[in-house]
């Protein structure tokens, strides 16, 4: 198993290396600029902010430098003061030889003055994460045992309830389900605040709006999966044994019946948690959906190469985990 994660490990850092150099070099290819305005800034004033931001260099130029202020440590004095082309998401003081490593410096945002894309992660990601994980708390707690009460009860009316829930969840959009929370439960019965961030009231509604949409995808997916385990011939064995069918369905069946569901567990949670723009848009909740399309359309290249790799990593990282998860739901599944 030890050897199993360095190896995917070392296929993380391969992977987003790939993407960084894709990224680069497709945000580049795309007509347009950072500088590029309905009204033309002077070419003088363009030259001396390619120059700032180092965007008169060559690509590859270009690209070896950023990747090292993302990539490489520096050990430096502990009075560094934070700029804009000075800032660190990590910040570890080492007493020893009273220096401070500094790790991630992931660039200043074109568009603003005093902000760097690290300004972001500390202020906008949480916000985002602490929805993605609500919501997928709301998935899981709707989704697994709806699938599970509709295989149980096939073909009854428990199963057309279940699965009819599961097909308004996928027909019905966070862009139709928003407004009508927001109506009906913030307008109407003035029980839960309209937008905004702050305490758990907020949560409630975009949590519910944006994972009741996944729930869907869950319960289906218990629900076939549950539905082929039951078939197998270890299940009738167990139950000729005499086991309880509670003791069957639990510790027998959903076991393997959730690896499926664990394998769209990974992906699924690392799209909730970096941020859903509509979600956020819909709900004026300050996450980082926004700042994702907004700097796409500004030509925000620190953003856009930041917020890609964030979401890479989380991809990678949520997909490795699923797979150590595995060998837990499935001993005979090994790791070489």
Do not use: C
Request: net charge positive; glycine share 6%.
């Amino acid at each position: 198993m030890t050897k199993y994660i360095v190896r995917r490990i070392f296929q993380m850092f391969l992977a987003l290396f790939v993407i960084s150099v894709l990224t680069f070099i497709l945000m580049r290819a795309i007509p347009g600029g950072p500088w590029s305005r309905e009204k033309k800034l002077p070419e003088r004033t363009v030259a001396l902010l390619n120059e700032r931001y180092n965007l008169d260099a060559p690509i590859v130029e270009q690209y070896l430098s950023y990747m090292a202020n993302i990539s490489l440590p520096r050990l430096t004095d502990n009075e560094l003061r934070r700029s804009t082309t000075e800032d660190y998401l990590v910040n570890i003081y080492i007493p020893g030889v009273d220096k401070t490593l500094r790790w991630g410096n992931f660039g200043p945002i074109y568009q603003s003055r005093s902000r760097t894309v690290n300004d972001i992660f500390r202020e906008n990601f949480p916000v985002s994460a602490q929805l993605g994980v609500a919501a997928l708390a709301v998935a899981i707690v709707i989704g697994i045992p709806a699938g599970i009460i509709a295989a149980l009860n096939r073909n009854s009316r428990w199963d057309y309830v279940s699965m009819g829930i599961a097909l308004l969840g996928v027909s019905v959009p966070v862009i139709v389900s928003g407004p009508i929370l927001r109506y009906y439960f913030g307008v109407n019965l003035k029980i839960l605040p309209v937008s905004g961030w702050g305490t758990w009231q907020h949560i409630v509604m975009p949590a519910f709006a944006l994972g009741f949409t996944s729930s869907a995808l869950i319960a289906r997916l218990t629900r076939a999966s549950l539905l082929q385990v039951l078939h197998e011939d270890y299940i009738r064995t167990a139950r000729a044994k005499g086991l309880s069918e509670r003791v069957v369905i639990g510790l027998h069946a959903l076991k393997n019946a959730l690896i499926p569901v664990v394998t769209v567990l990974g992906p699924l949670f690392a799209g909730l948690v970096t941020g859903s723009f509509v979600t956020e848009l819909i709900f004026d909740i300050p996450g980082l959906g926004r700042f994702y399309i907004d700097s796409i359309r500004n030509r925000d290249y620190a953003v856009i190469m930041g917020t890609t790799l964030l979401y890479a990593a989380i991809v990678i990282a949520a997909n490795l985990v699923v797979d150590i998860i595995y060998a837990w739901l499935d001993p005979r599944i090994q790791y070489s």
